[in-house]
């Protein structure tokens, strides 16, 4: 007997969703319902498909957790026993099996929470991991354990990102969506995995399952240490360092740091990553400026 999935993904103004749409009707063991939230102001226009498929239009001004609450809120009209996919409309698999593979484990114990290794395409170098926390250097570091290492094939972790995930609906009952007032671009989704954790549901990064995406890193929208401004340096690094919409700015780490952590914790947190960027910008910008 097949089983029933729910994909949730959403898109701004990019013609991905139509290749992951082909990607998907490839999948084999499941059915596939497919929910689409384009907030992009030129509109993209999907194709038809054999999957059930429901496109939500969504305000441009949506941000990406706006976006994929938008699609999250259509799966509380499901029973319990439905499990739910987030995908990024940009992922891209080789296994035909690869929907049956992420969400079975899900299926086996509603309380687990599976997201797949998220590798680049052109280099097979992991992009996306399941994380554990460096408490000390406040860092989240990669779960690279081989496969080969363990008899299973699921590590658990203290946080997920959500470029490939599997949930049960009663995630979405229990924890609620995606904190889109603090975290409107990014952190929302290792913060929900955070907190879904604090409901006692478990976290496994399932390492045997790829999802693969064609991301160029230089192109991120992150505050970066190494990060060189080629003019107006101080006032551009500054307007990036507290915005709450560019990854690894003091607000973007505050507000992520406040909703997971014990109020000292989160000081220190975000503190000590605050210091590290302004560190790299001072010795990137001035100090060893490029030729």
């Known amino acids: 007997m097949k089983r029933n999935v729910v994909v949730v993904t959403c898109v701004f103004e990019r013609n991905s969703i139509n290749r992951l749409i082909k990607e998907l009707e490839k999948q084999k063991n499941v059915l596939i319902q497919l929910v689409v939230v384009d907030h992009g102001e030129k509109k993209t226009e999907v194709i038809s498909s054999s999957l059930c498929t429901r496109v939500l239009t969504a305000p441009s001004t949506y941000w990406f957790t706006d976006a994929i609450n938008c699609g999250l809120k259509e799966l509380k009209v499901y029973d319990d026993s439905t499990v739910g996919i987030i995908l990024n409309d940009d992922a891209?698999?080789?296994?035909?099996?690869?929907?049956?593979?992420?969400?079975?484990?899900?299926?086996?114990?509603?309380?687990?929470?599976?997201?797949?290794?998220?590798?680049?395409?052109?280099?097979?170098?992991?992009?996306?991991?399941?994380?554990?926390?460096?408490?000390?250097?406040?860092?989240?570091?990669?779960?690279?354990?081989?496969?080969?290492?363990?008899?299973?094939?699921?590590?658990?972790?203290?946080?997920?990102?959500?470029?490939?995930?599997?949930?049960?609906?009663?995630?979405?009952?229990?924890?609620?969506?995606?904190?889109?007032?603090?975290?409107?671009?990014?952190?929302?989704?290792?913060?929900?995995?955070?907190?879904?954790?604090?409901?006692?549901?478990?976290?496994f990064i399932n390492q045997k399952c790829k999802v693969y995406t064609c991301l160029d890193p230089s192109t991120r929208h992150l505050v970066s240490a190494r990060k060189v401004y080629k003019e107006n340096k101080l006032s551009n690094f500054l307007n990036e360092f507290v915005s709450d919409k560019k990854q690894n700015s003091i607000k973007c780490n505050y507000n992520f740091a406040r909703l997971s952590y014990s109020l000292p914790y989160s000081i220190y947190y975000t503190f000590f990553r605050g210091i590290k960027v302004i560190i790299g910008f001072i010795l990137y910008n001035y100090i060893k400026p490029s030729k």
């Open 92 to 203: 891209i698999f080789k296994d035909d099996n690869f929907i049956f593979n992420l969400s079975e484990p899900v299926f086996e114990n509603m309380n687990n929470i599976i997201a797949a290794e998220c590798l680049n395409l052109k280099t097979e170098k992991i992009e996306y991991s399941g994380l554990k926390l460096n408490k000390l250097l406040c860092s989240y570091e990669h779960i690279n354990k081989g496969a080969s290492e363990s008899s299973g094939e699921l590590f658990e972790c203290d946080a997920l990102p959500t470029r490939a995930i599997a949930f049960s609906k009663s995630v979405l009952d229990e924890v609620g969506l995606l904190n889109a007032d603090r975290l409107p671009q990014y952190g929302s989704d290792y913060e929900w995995t955070i907190r879904a954790k604090k409901y006692r549901y478990k976290l």
